[in-house]
């Protein structure tokens, strides 16, 4: 018996589809997805609030609102190869691997990166691949990908994460100042990049190679 699933279910209602998310797939995902098993202790109560929550380390389980958008604009049918760049909490890896064949995260805090595989593989996930260290270098030896997701504000796309993306294959990023950001698409069709900005946001900063230079780490 979950105990969540009425709020749950009214988050996808209130937030999600009164919001204009319309992709069935990411609907269902988010319907199913557990947000509670990847808050921080004391948080679970409001896990299907409208708002980012704290996870640890001073990060933050992204807004239901903000996953579901990143996600349906990579638009998966079901059998891709995708990147997750900044696993967090985990919770939006649980949600890309619900829609996507297989997933490949990584997470720049090695206790972060713990404390999500442990849950991930907890709560059944076995099409998730784990790595530790800087996904802004992307993954270049399960390259390439069909969609590419970054969850951590960046001030450009790093160029691997283009190199490492399919012919016909999305990245949706972050990009702008440390503290706002706007959600880009870059889609790669004939070889040719096609950009498209979509809401502004606020992420903590992208670290690595690619990332904030300045950034706490
Ligand atoms: N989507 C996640 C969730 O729902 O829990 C939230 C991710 S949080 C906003 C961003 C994460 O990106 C943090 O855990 C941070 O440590 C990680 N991060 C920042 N720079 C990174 C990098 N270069 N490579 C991998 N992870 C990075």
Known sequence: MDDFLEPRRRMVES?????GITDERVLAAMGKVPRHRFTAPGYS???YSDMALPSSEEQTVSQPYMVAIM?????LKGDERVLEVGTGSGYQTAVLAELAGE????EY?????AEAKRRLEGLGY?????????GSRGWP?????HGILVTAGAPDVPPPLVEQLDEGGVIVIPVGQRQSQRLLKIGKRGGRLIREYHIFCVFVPLLGDYGWPDAQK
């Open 15 to 19: 937030q999600l589809v009164a919001r």
């Open 45 to 47: 109560d409001m896990a």
């Open 71 to 75: 996600t349906e604009l990579l638009a």
């Open 103 to 106: 997933v490949y995260t990584i």
């Open 109 to 113: 805090r090695p206790n972060l990166a």
């Open 126 to 134: 076995g099409n998730i691949r784990f790595m530790t260290g800087d």
């Open 141 to 145: 030896e399960q390259a390439p990908y």
